[in-house]
């Protein structure tokens, strides 16, 4: 078996121990006269010094071991002239157990001592019914409870710092996850808002730009070049708005969300847009009156405008219809367009991006969100021809039994319409 290593401190502690000793010893200081010693044999008061000396170098490691042994080593010197420097490297054992030892031996050293101190004390009392007698009470709690006790006062510091040095980690560990988060989700955002603000003007852009190239008509080119000015202006303005407000970091006053008040023009704007490509677009009901939430009317606005972006880009001939509805604590966006699944590729290149950005909106306020194909003779509740459902639909909308691509997202708004409590 192979002894660990001491530490620094533990070599000089016992080399000091061993050499103070041996000066005490050279000098012919001892704790008791040669009367009250068993063995008077001075260089036996050696022996118990140099087992202390070797326990200490091993006081760190093996601290429960070492306070055993210390203790016999203690005893026998009792029984000898004595040594000052015996006793003191003892008092550093006791001390180095409850420091260095195991939960339990932390706990119930200093209760040990404790309780051999009391009982010294009444014994010597009463053995030798004289005052004087308390102090041999007094010499072991010196050499026994004091130093536990110390331990204990120690141990307890440094789990204390170590606890809250933990803690501190976990924190910063935890506000480093958040900071990535923070990170994580704002990018999100903004590659939410490029894309819903930019996408639609680039989509029409695209279209006509084919349009005016494949159609050798003067007045369809001049048409389709007049949407694609349009379009390009709108989609500088809203990337100067977002540059501004990226480079700006909060200093200025944000420019204002566009809120449901303008879906009638995004709606007109869709409908130009897609003049070339035989769709045409519908409001089916104004905007919900009364206030919204802005999140919630920001989410709305940004579904149904990446909704018609997906029609214009992705949808069959026909029309296309818009119905923005508040029922109770609920908003709902329905955005219904011609679907036919043997039409050929996109009159614009996409990566899909829209539709995960709508699912990512709708998860944020806690709603509900479907994307595809749809049937209005099934949807339940409503049945093939209900007069409520199909109320200002066009030729070719839900109502005439046609297959759709229907966009359904339901905001709650409940939580931001509750009273305080009085």
């Known amino acids: 078996m192979t002894l660990p290593r001491p530490h620094r401190s533990d070599v000089f502690l016992a080399s000091t121990g061993f050499v103070g000793g041996l000066v005490l010893w050279s000098l012919g200081v001892f704790n008791q006269g040669a009367k009250h010693a068993i063995v008077d044999t001075t260089w036996v008061v050696l022996l118990p010094l140099a087992v202390m000396t ?4 091993l006081r760190r490691t093996m601290p429960r071991t070492v306070l055993l042994a210390g203790t016999v080593a203690v005893v026998a010197d009792q029984f000898t002239r004595g040594s000052l420097a015996t006793l003191l490297m003892f008092t550093d054992l006791v001390y180095a157990a ?4 195991p939960p339990a031996s932390a706990r119930r050293i200093p209760v040990v001592t404790g309780s051999i101190t009391v009982v010294v004390a009444i014994a010597t009392l009463a053995w030798y019914r004289e005052p004087w007698a308390l102090l041999l009470g007094i010499m072991t709690g010196m050499v026994s409870f004091v130093p536990a006790t110390t331990g204990a006062v120690v141990r307890n510091h440094r789990e204390a710092a170590d606890a809250a040095r933990l803690r501190a980690e976990q924190t910063a560990l935890l506000a480093e996850m ?13 590659a939410r808002e490029l894309h819903d603000m930019v996408a639609g003007n680039l989509s029409a852009i695209a279209i006509h730009s084919t349009a005016a190239l494949s159609l050798d008509d003067p007045a369809t080119s001049r048409e389709a070049l007049g949407v694609i000015r349009e379009n390009s202006v709108e989609g500088l303005a809203e990337m100067r708005r977002l540059i501004s407000l990226l480079r700006d970091g909060g200093t200025d006053e944000p420019a ?5 008040a303008g879906l009638a023009a ?3 704007q869709a409908a130009a847009s897609g003049t070339a490509s035989g769709l045409t677009f519908t409001l089916t009901a104004p905007p ?15 579904i149904v405008q990446e909704s018609l972006t997906n029609a214009l880009k992705h949808a069959d001939a026909g029309h296309v219809t818009v119905r923005v509805e508040r029922a109770g604590h ?22 899909g991006a829209g539709l995960v950005g709508m699912r990512e909106r709708v998860a944020l306020l806690g709603g509900e969100f479907t994307a595809g194909p749809h049937d209005p003779a099934r949807d339940a509740g409503a049945g093939p021809h209900d007069p409520a459902r199909d109320a200002g639909a066009g030729p070719q909308e839900a109502g005439a039994g046609r297959t759709t691509w229907r966009v359904r997202a339901v905001l709650p708004v409940a939580e931001y319409d509750k009273e305080p409590e009085t």
């Open 54 to 57: 070797a326990l200490e170098f």
């Open 98 to 101: 409850v420091v260095y030892g």
């Open 178 to 190: 958040d900071r990535r988060e923070a990170v994580v989700a704002e990018r999100s955002r903004m």
């Open 256 to 260: 204002p969300a566009p809120t449901l």
């Open 266 to 268: 995004l709606v007109r």
């Open 288 to 302: 919900p009156d009364g206030e919204l939430p802005a999140p919630v009317e920001l989410a709305a606005y940004r």
């Open 330 to 351: 609920a908003l709902t966006v329905t955005v219904a367009s011609p679907y036919d699944q043997r039409a050929a590729g996109p009159r614009a290149p996409g990566a």
